[in-house]
C-alpha cells in the first residue's frame, strides 16, 4: 500500500494477512449471505417497531373497540404475528448462521462469529474435538459446536481442507478397528 504525504511516497508494510485477525487466528471461512440475513432481521425488526408506534393511532382511527370481541381478537392476531411471531421465527432460523470462521492452529481452536437477537455479531469459541456432526441432515445445522447449532456452505471453503479439519474428515479413519471386526463376523454368519 502507498499513500503520499506531501509529496513523499510513504510505504506501509503490513505483516499480517487481510484475512487474520490477530485475536482469532487465520480466516478460513465468510458467508456470503452475512449482509442479506442482517438486512432481513433489520428490516424485520423496524417494522415490528412500526407497527408498535402505529397500533394506538391505528386503533383510535379505525373506531375497533366498538367492534365484536371476534373481531378484536382477529385484528390484534393479525398484528401481533407481524409484530412478534416474525422477528422471532428469523431469529431462530438464522441465529447459527457463521458469518465468519476463525482458525487457530496452535490451539486448534475455532472462532465463529455469528448475528445475536439485537443484530451484534456473537463470538463462539470452540475446539475441534468439540465439533458434532449430526446423525439426521438439518436445515439449518452442518455442525454442532458443543451444543450451539451451525450453519456453513462448504463450498465457501476456500481451501477444502480447512472443512475436512473442522468436520473431523482428515483424521484416519471414521470405523474403529472393532467395528470393522464386527461387520466381518456380520457376513461371516
Known sequence: QVTSFQG???????????HDHPEH??????????KTVLGVKFFSYSTSI??????????????????????????YGLIGIFTFVTPVTLHILTKGYV??????????TYTAI????????KVTVFHQKDVKIP????????????????????TLFPN???????MGYDKSSFFKFEDLEEVKEADER
Open 8 to 18: 513523499v511516497a510513504v510505504r506501509s508494510v503490513s505483516t499480517s494477512s487481510p
Open 160 to 166: 477444502p481442507q480447512d472443512y475436512n479439519h473442522l
Open 114 to 121: 455469528t448475528y445475536n437477537a439485537i443484530l451484534a455479531e
Open 50 to 75: 412500526f407497527n408498535l408506534f402505529m397500533m394506538p393511532y391505528i386503533m383510535l382511527k379505525s373506531g375497533i373497540g366498538v367492534e365484536s370481541l371476534l373481531v378484536q381478537a382477529a385484528f
Open 99 to 108: 458469518i465468519r470462521l476463525y482458525y487457530k492452529d496452535e490451539a486448534d
Open 135 to 154: 446423525d439426521i441432515t438439518k436445515m439449518f445445522t452442518t455442525f454442532y459446536a458443543k451444543t450451539k447449532s451451525m450453519l456453513v456452505n462448504p
Open 25 to 34: 487466528g487465520r480466516l478460513v471461512y465468510k458467508g456470503n449471505l452475512a
